[in-house]
């Protein structure tokens, strides 16, 4: 008799994510899944509960690796200013790096997931995704201006966040990497966010 073979979660997530990428989320059956990952529909069944079930999963499997991707680059700043200018640049990187997990991201919205059939603990993990994100948002702010009010968040969101997306979003929706060139312009972007605010913080400190 021969061995049964198994087939891990990643395994199955590739295959789903190449469904997704590919023809759209809609082509995503477990058929068509089972038939993208070479796992039988069983072995989908016994590792997620539902179709739904392995699309979230699918998603904050992505949205994960990204966030740590962010939170290993800022760790290794040697200072605040830095640290922000990191992981701004990590998104970048990460498009670069992983260009199958952020074009996912783009593809699929955590909001249609949480409200699509999930168990209740499935969405909650959802729902506290971007948590430690916040924390780290927090964290930068209070270090460069001194406190974690809305604007010091804005402005980190900005600089870590925002001006890398946008940079990134067009060609990842397109299924295509952006020009590894732009990333000295998104550097420079940042820091010029970085500068502005920090000039700004400095004077209303001395007023």
């Known amino acids: ?18 469904l997704v990428l590919g023809e759209g989320v809609a082509a995503a059956t477990i058929g068509n ?3 993208a990952s070479g796992a039988p529909p069983g072995s989908i069944y016994y590792r997620f509960d539902s179709r739904e079930t392995l699309l979230a999963e699918l998603w904050i ?11 290993a680059a800022v760790e290794g700043a040697r200072d605040p200013a830095e640290a922000v200018v990191a992981g701004g640049l990590s998104i970048f990187d ?12 783009v593809s699929m919205r955590r909001t249609d997931l949480i409200r699509s059939p999930l168990p209740a603990p499935l969405v909650e993990r959802l729902r506290a995704l971007n948590r430690p ?8 702010a209070r270090q460069l201006f001194g406190q974690a009010s809305g604007q010091a968040r804005e402005l980190i969101t900005l600089a870590v966040f925002d001006l890398p997306y946008g940079s990134v979003r067009r060609h990842l ?3 295509a990497a952006p ?10 972007a940042i820091r010029a966010v970085l500068e502005t605010a920090l000039s700004a913080s400095g ?5």
């Open 1 to 18: 008799m021969g061995r049964l073979r198994l087939y891990t979660a990643d395994q199955i997530l590739d295959g789903a994510r190449g």
């Open 33 to 35: 899944i089972a038939r």
């Open 61 to 71: 499997r992505a949205a994960e690796r990204a966030q740590q991707h962010c939170m």
């Open 94 to 105: 990460f498009v670069l790096s992983e260009p199958a997990d952020a074009q996912l991201l």
């Open 133 to 140: 994100v916040e924390r780290l948002i927090g964290r930068l």
């Open 173 to 175: 929706l397109a299924g």
């Open 179 to 188: 020009p590894a060139a732009h990333r000295t312009y998104v550097e420079l």
């Open 203 to 207: 004077a209303e400190g001395g007023t």
